[in-house]
């Protein structure tokens, strides 16, 4: 269910919420300030890296008709879209790169090799998607308009039939991520003109057509007598760059976790609690190097959320002190194998296709509270051993508690904080800190 008071979900006083938006003000201002060089060399190597393996599966793909060269030429040209969508377009386009002013390179030219148009993906992902992360009714990705994603999504006969949306848009991912800022329900709710529908539906349709032209018939012709499996070929990386996108997406906001909000933790929300909200309402997953830059770093989610436009290599080294931070508040830092993350998912999707009266209490509709929630959680945990070294907990296991009691941050006269870039709100002085329960005395 979703969370109405983040506050009491989270067990933190106002002061400590303040507090913590400053610690991650200072891993952002740490960041900004270290970069340089080494950050402006890893985004160009990606770049070179994507060409090249986009070019060397074109010249492959004219001896596409023997079955060694079909298998390498799709192979690689299957991994040059999913870093060019992953690594470069998505990361790009978000403006994780505009400190280096290189026009080539820039959030403002940079158009990617998808259906859907950057200047519409802007607005559904950069603005809506990442200022209103989870909040029911207003996170347009929250189900992407197709998908029941929560029980306080009301069901209706049309979700019985969410196993098979969930593989059609997972199968056509592209054309679903184009169609998204569209906005149907507001085209339904007439919030949107039916004129400016047709005016995105125009450019979509452009974006489409060139894409489809390219891969499906420029390439193909190119390549002569090996059309056919030359178009086979293309078929088959879109379909690989479609399923590895879906998957990664949804495994980073829809497991077990991954809180959902309501609409009235937007009221008054300061930048603090924005931060807050983007920790709690985000996933991880766990990758190797390799992994994680095939998924353009969104194994980390968690660090994407809280710093959107920050370069996406930098997002390993500040999950350690966003770990730490998780530690020391003792708030929920979720993680786990990609497998566990897409099967939770994908559970979550399948059960949530039947009607309320037919799902038994679990994790997403128990009837307890915030404060029920995090404090059974925390009880839980407490009775597991917990291995040394790094703290990272599964999605399973939803919260994590430091190995010895943390001392909270003593208060501080007012200051003010910093509003995410993302968050679009004013800076607020701090508050007074207020009387906290102790644990062994919350309501249970």
């Known amino acids: 269910m979703a969370i109405t008071d983040i506050k009491e979900f989270s067990h933190l006083t106002e002061a400590d919420v303040e507090a913590l938006g400053r610690e991650l003000d200072a891993i952002r201002r740490d960041v900004e300030e270290s970069r340089g060089e080494r950050d402006a060399a890893y985004i160009r190597r990606a770049i070179q890296l994507q060409r090249g393996l986009a070019a060397g599966a074109r010249v492959t793909l004219f001896a596409s008709a023997f079955p060694p060269a079909w298998v390498a030429g799709t192979a690689m040209l299957g991994a040059a879209k999913i870093i060019e969508n992953m690594e470069l377009g998505h990361n790009v386009i978000h403006g994780q790169w505009d400190w280096m002013n290189d026009p080539e390179i820039h959030s403002s030219t940079w158009e990617w090799d998808t259906t859907c148009p950057a200047e519409h993906w802007k607005h559904s992902h950069n603005y809506v998607h990442h200022k209103y992360t989870n909040v029911v009714g207003k996170d347009k990705d929250v189900g992407y308009g197709i998908l029941r994603m929560t029980r306080d999504q009301r069901w209706s006969p049309v979700n019985l039939g969410q196993p098979l949306y969930n593989a059609l848009l997972a199968t056509f991912f592209q054309y679903g991520v184009a169609l998204h800022d569209l906005d149907f329900e507001a085209i339904r709710k007439r919030e949107k003109s039916l004129g400016q529908a047709w005016a995105q539906a125009k450019v979509i349709g452009r ?31 879109n379909l690989i760059r479609n399923l590895w996108s879906y998957g990664v997406i949804f495994c980073g906001h829809f497991p077990d976790g991954a809180e959902k909000f309501t609409e009235a933790e937007l009221a008054r929300e300061t930048p603090p609690e924005w931060y807050l909200r983007q920790l709690l309402g985000s996933a991880n997953f766990h990758a190797g190097p390799l992994m994680a830059f095939m998924s353009g770093n969104l194994c980390y989610q968690i660090e994407h959320h809280l710093f959107p436009d920050l370069p996406s290599n930098r997002y390993a080294e500040m999950s350690e002190r966003i770990t730490a931070l998780c530690d020391k508040y003792e708030l929920p830092y979720t993680t786990g194998s990609l497998p566990a993350q897409f099967l939770k998912t994908t559970r979550t999707i399948w059960k949530l296709s039947l009607p309320d009266v037919l799902l038994r209490a679990t ?82």
């Open 207 to 237: 974006k489409v057509a060139r894409q489809l032209a390219k891969d499906y018939v420029v390439y193909p012709l190119l390549t002569g007598p090996a059309l056919l499996s030359t178009l086979t070929a293309n078929a088959t990386a």
């Open 363 to 444: 994790s997403d509709n128990a009837p307890e509270t915030g404060s029920e929630r995090g404090t059974n959680a925390r009880r839980r945990l407490a009775e597991t051993a917990r291995r040394p070294g790094r703290r990272r907990v599964s999605a399973a296991c939803r919260v994590t508690v430091p190995s010895a009691p943390a001392a909270r941050p003593a208060a501080r006269a007012p200051a003010a904080v910093r509003a995410p870039t993302r968050s679009g709100a004013a800076p607020t002085p701090a508050r007074s800190r207020r009387h906290r329960t102790p644990p062994d005395r919350r309501r249970r």
